[in-house]
């Protein structure tokens, strides 16, 4: 079984780290987990890697055409993934939302978004999943140069947190469906008033390094599992999933 996971974005180095390329962040996450980083395929105008979650063959695309063209990169992957509209999940900013909170759902309108607006024209219809990320609204400015911005100091604190937060939300989809996601995930907050752990906990690094193994019989070390990348404190939301012998 296959799911396409397309996460939206501007390409070039310029936009890399704005907040309206957080769908490509979080696709950079998740290829990262699943060891793929690194080996995307470029053609039909979107870049292309591949992942496996049990028994789903996960796609995750890039568009490499502007936000606003995004329909022309989807309709050319689904064509030659011959991908039906229910496998795919669109992984987009949202400045409606508070920094960090999610909301997944199985259909709906463009909301003032360029990237959706052209999908929706493209494909000619809003069945589709898509996975909100939200970057918030502009304290100051215009709406296109916040989302033009790169995240502040202090929400750079707390983006691999709600990175992760994201790809385990595509994880989830990607096993058990958009409704299953909406009722774990919509109503998560990040503890964005919370100190970001300190470099030495588990589940954390410096950057380029791999984090440290928790100790044996260290306390709250039951919420730390190795991944591809080193290891990773699960999200409460999932750590009950892990636990049952899931992701």
């Given amino acids: 079984m296959k799911k396409v996971v397309l996460g939206l974005g501007n390409p070039g180095s310029r936009y890399q780290n704005t907040r309206h390329n957080i769908g490509w962040m979080v696709l950079d996450r998740l290829a990262d987990r699943h060891g793929a980083a690194g080996r995307a395929k470029e053609k039909d105008a979107a870049a292309t890697v591949r992942g496996r979650i049990g028994d789903v063959e996960l796609i995750l695309v890039k568009p490499l ?53 052209s999908i929706i024209g493209e494909m000619g ?13 502009p304290s100051k400015g215009s709406a296109v140069s916040h989302v033009l911005g790169d995240f502040e100091h202090a929400e750079q604190r707390h983006l691999e947190l709600i990175l992760d937060a994201a790809a385990d939300a595509v994880e989830l989809w990607a096993e058990a469906g958009p409704e299953v996601v909406a009722n774990r995930w919509n109503g998560w907050k990040p503890p964005l008033d919370a100190s970001p752990k300190p470099a030495s906990a588990p589940g954390t690094a410096k950057p380029g390094a791999e984090p440290a193994a928790p100790a044996k019989g260290q306390s709250g070390a039951a919420d730390v599992v190795r991944t591809k990348t080193g290891w990773r404190r699960l999200l409460p939301d999932v750590l009950s999933r892990h636990d049952r012998g899931g992701a």
């Fill in 125 to 137: 219809t809003e069945s589709f999943a898509r996975l909100r990320v939200g970057i918030g609204a």
């Fill in 65 to 117: 055409t502007y936000m606003n063209e995004s329909g022309r990169a989807m309709r050319k992957v689904l064509a030659r993934e011959r991908a039906p509209l229910k496998d795919v999940l669109v992984v987009v900013d949202d400045m409606d939302l508070p920094l960090g909170r999610l909301r997944m759902k199985a259909r709906g309108s463009a909301g003032g978004h360029n990237g959706l607006r």
